[in-house]
Each structure stands twice: as C-alpha cells, then as structure tokens.
C-alpha cells in the first residue's frame, strides 16, 4: 500500500484522516525508520483537529476548552459509572479533539479486537452505549461516532472527518493549489460510523471499501497504475 501510495504522491497530493492521535497513526501507517508525516501531504489526527502539513503542524483545537470543565468531568464520570458495568477491560482515552471509549480496552491483542467486533455486532454493546449517552447529555452538542472494531467517538458535532476538509480549502490561500477534487475512502461509510459525514460530504468523492485491497484496486484505477 505504501508502495503505491508513494507512486500516486507523484501525480496528486495525499493525505490520511482518522480518529486516533498522531502517535497511534505512526504505529498503524508509519515505519520504524520513516515518520508518518513524512509519508503523505496531509496528515489529520483526531479527525484534524492535530493536523500536519508537508511535515509541519498546524493550529490545533482542544475538546475540553471548547465543552468546559465542568461538562468535561460529568461526561467522563458517567462514562465510567456505564463501564463499571461491562464484564471486560475498558478504557477511555482523552485525545486533543474527542474523547475515545473502549469496552473493550485499547490495548487488546489482534485476536481480542475480531473476538470483540463479532460480540459487538451481535450484542450492540456500543450502540447501546451512545443511546445511554445520547439520552444524558442532550443538550452538549456533542457527536457519538463508532468506528474501528472496538470503539467509538465522543466529539462536538461538526468535529468529525469533515473538520479537515478546511486545512485542504486554506491551501489555495498558502500556495495557490486548490484541491477541487477529493478523493475519500473508507470503511464505516453508514450513518452512525466514523466515515458517514465525510463520505457524504458534497465536498469529496466518497469511495465505501470493504478493505486494502480493495482501496489499492480503485486507486490503480483511477490514476492508471
């Protein structure tokens, strides 16, 4: 994937965006000798609001500034009165831009995260957590976004993928380039997952994929390689 990625920097610009810091991307894109950021264009952590440009960061937004403290400490302390409650690890990971819950805990193995992903879509563990949190915290503007195989996304809403489509709209201010066709692709394309608001953005071309694989093949595709 890399490989081919490298060939299409050649003829268009690329980037990646998702819900995770910029050190778990490192860990899931990256090489232990080549830093993620150094591998694409646009690199969007936490769906931009951690965003890099051509290897330099850029201006960054704070999930707890904008909710307050006090909201802050209710959401997170019901959170964790709700995973009290699940017979299995569980983790809640405060990231720059979101919160990001885990059942299951974010440090399961491989095997532990497919075992979890079938027991998730036979039991609805998640979405039964979000309609809790939705029933709470009506009026906090907030977004619940399951993604991934084992978690899901607490943000404010209109902090989802699609924040990172501005960074690209700036561009033409910064070096005259105007990115008038965007190509996205991912996996949780359906409404509730964290692919949906972007995917049907009328500001990109969405692309639902199963897999690598198959991405790999659209993109030969489209850029004749």
């Not at 831009?97 to 998730?120: C, F, L, T, W």
């Not at 979000?130 to 009026?139: H, I, M, N």
């Not at 503007?141 to 404010?156: A, E």
Request: with cysteine.
């Amino acid at each position: 994937m890399l490989q081919l990625l490298s060939a299409i920097r050649h003829k268009c610009a690329i980037g990646f965006v998702g819900g995770s810091d910029l050190v778990k991307q490192q860990e899931q894109l990256g090489t232990p000798q080549i830093p993620v950021t150094a591998l694409f264009d646009f690199c969007f952590a936490e769906n931009g609001l951690t965003a890099y440009r051509l290897g330099e960061q850029l201006a960054s937004q704070s999930f707890v500034g904008w909710l307050g403290e006090d909201r802050y400490k209710k959401l997170v302390n019901f959170v964790l009165r709700y995973l009290a409650d699940v017979e299995c690890p569980r983790d809640v990971h405060d990231r720059n831009g979101m919160i990001n819950i885990s059942p299951v805990g974010r440090n399961a193995s491989v095997q532990e995260r497919h075992d979890y992903e079938k027991y998730d879509a036979q039991h609805q563990i998640r979405s039964k957590f979000v309609a809790a949190l939705k029933e709470q915290f009506p009026d906090y503007g907030l977004t619940f976004s399951i993604g991934g195989q084992i978690s899901f996304d607490v943000f404010p809403t209109g902090w989802d993928k699609t924040y990172c489509l501005q960074h690209l709209a700036t561009e033409k201010n910064i070096s005259g380039v105007d990115y008038t066709t965007i190509h996205f692709f991912g996996d949780k394309a359906y409404q509730g997952g964290n692919d949906y608001e972007i995917y049907e953005d009328k500001r990109t071309e969405g692309h639902k994929v199963k897999n690598p694989e198959e991405t790999m093949a659209i993109l030969k595709e489209l850029f004749g390689l």
